[in-house]
């Protein structure tokens, strides 16, 4: 597009256009946006009679080609003023090329939509996998475990790629069970993300890869997450959801190649380590919980994992039951029980089952004396019965264990402690 | 977006690792360009179950043929762009056709008006991914003139450029906009705009 060429074109055209009393010099103050008073406004002010409404023919505004030629995309927007709209107009009997242009450009206006929601439904992600999975299984499969976390991650990346620049400012209650009692800590959106990637950064650390504290030294996941915090001057923004969401793909794909052995690798959390394949339930746990968190902040409609997502993240809080019970009784927090002595490993003990309802649910048998007994429904002493996602609840201490709507037969001692145990799983 | 285009690089290498059978490549890829491929295949056929399918044909082809992408040609994004486009416009029309009474799928009225929907179908389809490819700036504007109503002068004042500056991104971006009636083979996801 030379302006050159459609400049000449105009000067020939142009010139037998214009109205006789406008000055056309083309000079240099055309090039600025032009200001010629409108021709009611002025006659009022001098409080001269008005003219015959007839009397008065709109002026064109008189501009050179090259600002006529500029002003096209935003006359085709209707974004220019009247006096600029009609001056285009009047151009456009006069010249070709000005004209093709103009039709082409009001023609692709009429291509603009708004965009339209981009909220994909969260399931077709799994279906889209599996039916690629199915046409040609993976050479290197994502691990059963990891498939919760790789889940998980994308569901709550799906959400922030949804919400607005502002929305990561909106204040966020991070809600947990400190073992007596419900404690909670204020952040934003952003802020809940640096928790997630920085709790995360544990794994990614235990598998050889970055960081993404840096230099930063700190043990644990509330640590962690309060240096990282700190080490900004800033508060978190939505800069923070890239390094999540790389390091949370980096961890799916390392995990991918590490395979079976690697489950055994043991993850430090500070004061506990889990193995590798716990611990990335764990992060998938709560990667939802704290989705459901922001969730609810921006009112956004958030569901439940994957029934067997749910399960295997269920499972894993019915296998730290034990040791969290054996931890608050250590701690004077739950009661001796019946039978104080240990029950050797790898025996049977008195145990409660519990039930759990809802698609993700099942029934696990909780030794309650040590955490090296087996369950048995020999020595069962007591029944809990919760629906799926309550119990996800309890152990993420967004419910009190005294509250919790749990059915319950049998010892009561043992259920409350148990219910406890569960609510202490919870951190920040 | 203000996001840069991602480099050739992780093209190639998100090409290697879907060749490996890697289902993490897999996952990612789809994280990546699932809006994209669904927003044109819904833009061309209008409903939701349609693109779900088109989506599945697109990330099943891809991950069952990796080698079909070539890296030199052109970004990845635009290959899936072209593939979306491509099997969505085949299913509508071949949903059309099947849609038309027997003794009409003859006439030449019913010929011509399925050419017409399917045509306009994917002019939409391509100018959607012209707008969502459009350097920043350009759609910035767009998006202040068209969406929100603004004049040039107050575009120029919120995006902090000069009147000029806003009246040239104004009509580049439409200019840009309109090759999507432009109907070439291969449809304009050349990566150009």
């Keep these: 597009m030379t302006g050159a060429e459609f400049s000449e074109a105009h000067d020939g055209a142009g010139a037998g256009s214009g109205d006789g009393d ?72 006069d010249c070709g090329a000005c004209a093709d242009e103009a039709r082409r450009l009001r023609e692709a206006v009429g291509l603009l939509h708004q965009p339209e929601s981009l909220d994909l439904d969260p399931g077709l992600r799994t279906r889209v996998l599996e039916a690629c999975l199915d046409r040609r299984p993976a050479r290197i499969p994502i691990p059963a475990w990891a498939a919760p976390y790789d889940a998980e991650t994308a569901r709550l990346d799906a959400l922030l790629q949804d919400i607005g620049d502002a929305e990561w400012h909106t204040p966020v209650r991070l809600r947990w069970f400190d073992g007596e ?29 970055e960081d993404p504290l840096g230099e930063v030294r700190a043990q644990g996941p509330a640590a962690r997450t309060e240096a990282f915090w700190q080490a900004s001057h800033f508060p978190p923004t939505r800069a923070v959801r890239v390094p999540w969401r790389e390091q949370s793909h980096r961890l799916v794909q390392t995990v991918s190649f590490t395979g079976g052995g690697a489950g055994r690798l043991g993850v430090a959390y500070g004061d506990f380590e889990l193995p590798l394949h716990d611990s990335m ?63 050797p490993a790898g025996r049977p003990g008195r145990s409660l089952r519990l039930e759990i309802e809802g698609s993700g649910g099942g029934e696990w048998l909780i030794p309650l004396d040590s955490p090296g007994a087996v369950g048995s429904s020999e ?21 009190p264990p005294e509250e919790a709507a749990a059915g319950q037969l049998g010892d009561r001692a043992a259920i409350r402690d148990v219910l406890f145990a569960a609510a202490s799983l919870s951190r920040m | 977006m203000a996001k840069k285009d991602v480099p050739p690089r992780w093209d190639r290498k998100m090409q290697q690792r879907l060749a490996r059978g890697e289902a993490a490549a897999l996952g990612e ?16 056929l209008g409903d939701e179950r349609a693109a779900d399918g088109i989506t599945r044909e697109v990330f099943a082809q891809v991950w069952e043929h990796p080698d079909a992408y070539d890296p030199r040609q052109g ?62 700036p350009l759609r910035a504007a767009l998006d202040l003139a068209y969406f929100q ?19 040239r991104r104004l009509r580049l971006g439409l200019q840009l906009l309109s090759t999507a009636h432009d109907a070439g083979t291969p449809p304009g996801y050349g990566g150009g705009a």
Excluded: N
């Design chain 2, 149 to 167: 109503r603004r004049d040039y002068r107050q575009t120029a004042v919120d995006l902090g450029v000069t009147e000029d500056e806003a009246r």
């Design chain 2, 29 to 44: 890829l789809y994280d990546r360009f699932a809006s994209l491929v669904h927003g044109l295949a819904h833009r061309v």
């Design chain 1, 22 to 93: 406008v000055p056309h010099d083309g000079g240099a103050d055309f090039g600025r946006s032009p200001r010629i008073p409108l021709p009611r406004a002025s006659v009022e002010d001098g409080g001269q009679p008005l003219p015959e409404p007839a009397g008065l023919p709109p002026v064109p505004l008189e501009l050179p080609h090259d600002v006529l030629k500029s002003l096209l995309g935003a006359w085709a927007l209707a974004a220019c003023s009247t006096a600029e709209s009609l001056a285009v107009e009047v151009h456009l009997g």
């Design chain 2, 75 to 136: 970004p990845l994004r635009s290959w899936l762009a072209a593939l979306a486009h491509r099997l969505a416009v085949q299913r509508l029309r071949a949903t059309e056709t099947a849609a038309l009474a027997p003794g009409d799928s003859g006439s030449p009225e019913a010929a011509e008006e399925l050419e017409h929907k399917v045509r306009r179908a994917s002019v939409a389809a391509r100018a959607d991914y012209i707008v969502h490819s459009m350097p920043a």
């Design chain 1, 281 to 343: 339930l764990d992060r998938a746990f709560e990667c939802w919980v704290h989705a459901e968190d922001i969730a609810e902040a921006v009112d956004y409609p958030y569901g439940p994992p994957a029934p067997r997502h749910l399960h295997r993240m269920i499972d894993l809080a019915a296998r730290m039951l034990p040791a969290a019970l054996a931890e608050r009784r250590r701690a004077g927090l739950a009661s001796p029980g019946q039978t104080p002595h240990l029950v």
């Design chain 1, 379 to 399: 020595f069962e002493v007591a029944h809990v019965a919760l629906d799926d996602v309550e119990f996800c609840r309890l152990a993420a201490g967004h419910v």
């Design chain 1, 181 to 209: 009692a419900a404690a909670s800590r204020r952040t934003t959106v952003a802020g809940v993300i640096a928790h997630l990637l920085s709790v995360d950064g544990l794994v990614a650390t235990a598998l050889g890869l």
